[in-house]
C-alpha cells in the first residue's frame, strides 16, 4: 500500500511539471516564432503558410497515434516518443534555411509532435479524476510556465538576434520530453465487462460535432493573434518586453480561471462556458479590429481568460463526459483534428487578412467567434433534447 500512496501523492506534480514544460515551449513559440520567420526572409504571406502547414499534419499523426496508444493503453509511452522526436524536429527546423526548407521540416516536426498535447490531456483527465484532483488547478502550472517562456523569448529578442529564438523552443521541448520520462505508466485494465463502444459512435452525437465544431471556431479565432500580434505591436513601437507583458497578462487571467475552476458552481457545464468563450472572443477581436490605443490592450488582454480559457475548459469536459471507456485518447484526438483543420485555415487566411488589412483582420476573427457560439447553442439544445 506504501507505494501506491507515494504514487498517488506524486501524480499531480508530476502532471504539472509535464504541463510546465509543454508550455514553456508554446510560451516561446506562439508569440515568437512568427518573429523568426521574418529574420529569415520570410513575408507575412509565406509566413501564414508555415504557420498553417503543420497543423494540417494533425489529419494524420493524431488519429493514429491517439488510436494505438488507447487500444494498446500506452499513453505515457506515447507521450515520451512524440517529445523526444519532436525535439529533434526543432534542431533541423533550426538548421534550415530556404522558405521552402523551413516549411518542410517544421512541418515534419510538428508531424510527430502535435500528438503530444491530446495524448497529455488524455492522460492527465484520467489520472487526475482517478486520484480525486481537479484539472484546473494541475493545468494552470502549463499556463503559468507560458508566461515565463513568453518572457524569455521577450528578453531573449531584445538582447540577441530573432534568429537564436529557435533554439530557444528546441531547448523548451527537451525540457518537455525529459519531464514526460518522469510520468507514472496509468492503469492499463478497464472495468471487467465492459465492452468498448465503436469508434464511430461518437462521430454520429449531433451534440459531440456541434461541440467540436463549437471549439474549433472559437480558438481558430486567435489566428490573426496568435500568428501576427507580436509583428503589429512591434510596428507600434512595442518592445519585446512589452508585447511579452501583455501576452503574459493574458495567460493569467487564464491561470486565474483554471485555479477556481475546480469550485465553480454547477451552472458552468460545459456547454455554458464553451458560449463564455465565444461572447469574449467576440468582443475582444471587435475591438481590436478597431486598432485600439495601447491602453486599451492589457483590459482585452484580460479577455483571454474567456476567448480561450473557458472554450479549453468547456470543450475538454464536454470531450471527457462523452468519450466512451476506452476511447478517451481517441475522443480528444477528434477535438485536436477539428481545431487543426479549422485553425489551419484560419492561420492561412490570417496571412492574407493581415497582410491585405492589418488590424482590420481580426473582424474576421470576431466573426468566427460569434459563429462558435451558435454550434454551442445547438450542442446546448441537443443535450437538453436528449435529457442530458
Known sequence: ??????????????????????????????????????????????????????????????????????????????????????TAGYVIVGLADSARAILITYTLASLVLTPVMPLAETYALKGLTA????????????SAAFILGTFLAGFAA?????????????????????????????SAAPPLGEQPVPHTSLL????????????????????????????????????????AALWALAVI???????????????????????????????RWAVMALDPPALLLPWLQLLHAASFGATHLGALGFVARSAPPGQGATAQGYLAIAVGVTMAAATALSGWLYGSFGGRAYAAMALAAVAGGGCAHIAQRARRVAGL
Do not use: N
Open 131 to 142: 486520484h480525486g484532483r481537479a484539472y484546473g488547478p494541475v493545468r494552470l502550472w502549463g
Open 253 to 283: 487571467a487564464e491561470i486565474v480561471l483554471f485555479a477556481i475552476s475546480g469550485r465553480m458552481p454547477p451552472f458552468f457545464q460545459p456547454t455554458v462556458l464553451i458560449l463564455i468563450g465565444a461572447a469574449g472572443g467576440a468582443v
Open 158 to 186: 531584445d538582447l540577441t538576434s530573432p534568429r537564436g529564438l529557435i533554439w530557444l523552443i528546441a531547448a523548451a521541448c527537451l525540457i518537455s520530453a525529459l519531464a514526460a520520462l518522469a510520468l507514472k505508466p496509468l
Open 204 to 243: 454520429r452525437d449531433p451534440a459531440f460535432i456541434a461541440v467540436l465544431a463549437a471549439a474549433s471556431l472559437i480558438q481558430s479565432s486567435h489566428a490573426v493573434y496568435y500568428g501576427f500580434s507580436a509583428l503589429q505591436w512591434r510596428a507600434a513601437g512595442l518592445d519585446g518586453s512589452a508585447i
Open 1 to 86: 500500500m506504501r507505494p501506491f500512496s507515494q504514487f498517488q501523492v506524486g501524480f499531480a506534480p508530476r502532471v504539472a511539471a509535464l504541463y510546465a514544460g509543454m508550455f514553456v515551449m508554446s510560451g516561446i513559440q506562439l508569440p515568437f516564432f512568427s518573429v523568426w520567420l521574418k529574420a529569415k526572409g520570410l513575408d507575412p504571406q509565406m509566413i501564414g503558410v508555415v504557420l498553417a502547414a503543420p497543423i494540417v499534419a494533425r489529419l494524420i499523426a493524431v488519429p493514429v497515434v491517439a488510436r494505438v496508444a488507447d487500444r494498446r493503453e500506452a499513453l505515457r509511452a506515447a507521450i515520451i516518443a512524440t517529445s523526444f522526436l519532436g
